[in-house]
């Protein structure tokens, strides 16, 4: 999954401190004769000096590394859940958003009973890499409807041909646009747009004329802040019904979550 930014490592930063805390405490309840015995701690131990007790917790936790990385494990843990709860909160919350943003491109069957949204990068190679199962999920379901949600995390070039995509679209040619891009090699930089734009038909003044349209770049806004709040932070990402898939997947898993989103919609 290509990565906008890094969350394991800049959570284990900030998690440092209170695992610390509470390995210490941890450690306290462990070593101390009285708690080990379901009693109040003795007064030896109440009057234990700092730095002994420092002492006898640093050594527990030598003797004990272990229970570093369970802890660590255990917090990554409750971590992933919390977020995966917020995210499923913010799926409700902005599904209409998702779903039925009229100035979000759509393909397939417009009128589909279920809708795969994707958020993708043109310069994400594991987008390219998973656009020919999109084609087959299209392709071989007639009542599937697709939402495109541009989201350029990959620098300027990547940031242009969204902008150029979403222009596309006011000459109707946006899904031919974006199939033709997913199946560029190299960058998709600024020649390769325009490239792209001319083979498939593109009237390219006109299309870099619409790409100053303020509109698109608050349509780019809005799926960065979109993507946020459902906690996708590289590309692609895909929502299919209630399920959230971060990171590229196969044409049988598209298709497992798309039966399962029809069988809840007849539940």
């Not at 401190?17 to 009693?39: H, M, T, V």
């Amino acid at each position: 999954m290509a990565q906008q930014v890094k969350p394991t490592v800049s959570r284990l930063g900030y998690l440092v401190l209170p695992l610390l805390l509470i390995i210490a405490a941890g450690a306290w309840y462990l070593l101390d004769p009285g708690f080990r015995a379901g009693q109040q701690p003795s007064t030896a131990s109440e009057n234990l000096p700092q730095d002994a007790f420092e002492r006898r917790v640093r050594d527990y936790l030598v003797a004990n590394p272990e229970v570093i990385v369970e802890a660590m494990q255990n917090l990554e843990r409750k971590q992933r859940e919390a977020e995966q709860t917020e995210a499923q909160a913010a799926l409700a919350t902005h599904r209409d958003e998702l779903l039925n943003n009229p100035d979000s491109p759509v393909s397939g069957n417009p009128q589909g009973d279920v809708t795969m949204v994707e958020f993708f990068d043109y310069n994400c190679p594991y987008c390219r890499q998973v656009a020919p199962a999109m084609v087959e999920a299209e392709d071989g379901d007639p009542r599937l409807r697709i939402v495109y949600k541009e989201f350029p995390i990959l620098g300027p070039n990547s940031v242009f041909a969204a902008r150029a995509a979403l222009a596309a679209r006011r000459q109707n040619l946006y899904p031919q646009f974006h199939k033709a891009m997913m199946q560029v090699s190299g960058a998709a930089d600024e020649a390769q747009v325009v490239a792209v734009a001319e083979e498939i038909g593109l009237d390219v003044e006109q299309l870099r004329i619409d790409m100053q349209d303020p509109g698109i770049d608050a349509e780019i806004e809005r799926n960065l802040a979109l993507a946020r709040a459902l906690r996708i932070n590289g590309t692609p990402g895909f929502v299919i019904g209630d399920e959230i898939l971060r990171g590229a997947t196969d044409l049988q898993t598209m298709q497992r979550l798309i039966d399962q989103a029809r069988k809840d919609q007849n539940r």
